[in-house]
């Protein structure tokens, strides 16, 4: 039994493919695949139900994942901890984020933090928020960027900056004359959100203190706030974004953003980790690189 064929069983159970597996492990499929049923062989068990789409562990499977994720989660502990009384920061970082924040902040730090922390194998992934959690607690990713207060129970968040809400207000809107809007003075059938899964959506319903089945004139699965703000310019509509996004307006649309009155107003954005993980140093890294490139970040 090797770490190899433990690793790739645990791809194969969070895939629910061998070819998705054998992708995401950057080997050959048959590779793969000889070293899961070599450990299959060496335990006298069939570990994976092949004949389902996805493939789905079997009883035996279940019980070898559990003990496989701890085993590789030591092995991981291992050689961070080695690493850092070696002074290195070193080892994989598997990163999810928001689609809120992805397009905003991920190219401010990334080439510094790849400058100075060679030894970091950083791996990223788009995710919405529940697709975020269901990956931190199943080990798929380490850790992701996140608005703070959206993880729940077994997931520590670390918050790093406010960002504020900002109205984009089509000029045929009523509110486009005004410079400060009062969430109160919002009619909601005005209000174009993200669709279900994205959770400003959520923040921005919460805000708005509206049920969350309240209707809007049109919705979008691509969770996209550029796609809402083009929606904008060619309706009567507004939309809420997030101050991140602002520097990336074109300067003939800016008359559109509307700041929001005192008490509405913004979300934290912040670093969400198991509260088992313990790549600690690559955390404090990861931190501590976004809060000098991100202008404005402030701890």
Not at 26 to 55: I, N, W
Not at 119 to 127: A, D, F, G, P, T
Not at 275 to 289: C, D
């Amino acid at each position: 039994m090797t770490i190899i064929q433990l690793e790739y069983l645990l791809a194969v159970a969070n895939c629910g493919s061998f070819s998705l597996a054998a992708e995401h492990c950057f080997v050959t499929q048959p590779s793969l695949s000889m070293q899961v049923k070599s450990l299959e062989e060496e335990l006298g068990v069939v570990l994976l139900d092949r004949s389902k789409k996805p493939v789905i562990p079997t009883e035996a499977g279940e019980v070898v994942l559990e003990q496989a994720r701890e085993t590789i989660k030591a092995y991981n502990y291992i050689r961070e901890a080695v690493a850092e009384l070696k002074g290195e920061t070193a080892g994989k970082l598997r990163l999810g984020v928001i689609p809120t924040i992805a397009p905003y902040l991920l190219h401010k730090f990334i080439p510094a933090f790849v400058r100075d922390y060679p030894k970091v194998e950083l791996e990223i992934s788009e995710m919405i928020t529940s697709d975020i959690v269901e990956a931190l607690k199943r080990d798929r990713i380490d850790a992701a960027l996140v608005a703070s207060g959206t993880c729940g129970e077994g997931i520590l968040e670390q918050e790093l900056f406010n960002d504020r809400f900002y109205a984009y207000v089509s000029p045929e809107n009523p509110l486009y004359e005004r410079q400060n809007i009062r969430i109160e003075d919002i009619d909601l059938k005005d209000l174009v959100i993200l669709s279900p899964g994205n959770c400003m959506r959520d923040q921005i319903i919460e805000l708005c203190q509206a049920r969350r089945n309240t209707p809007s004139r049109y919705s979008f699965e691509s969770g996209s706030l550029d796609t809402l703000m083009r929606i904008v310019d060619c309706t009567q509509c507004l939309t809420i974004i997030p101050e991140m996004a602002l520097e990336y307006i074109p300067a003939d649309r800016r008359d559109r953003l509307k700041t929001l009155a005192k008490g509405a107003t913004s979300r934290k954005i912040a670093v969400a980790v198991r509260r088992t993980y313990v790549k600690n140093s690559i955390i404090r890294a990861l931190t501590e690189t976004i809060l000098a490139n991100v202008p404005g970040a402030k701890a």
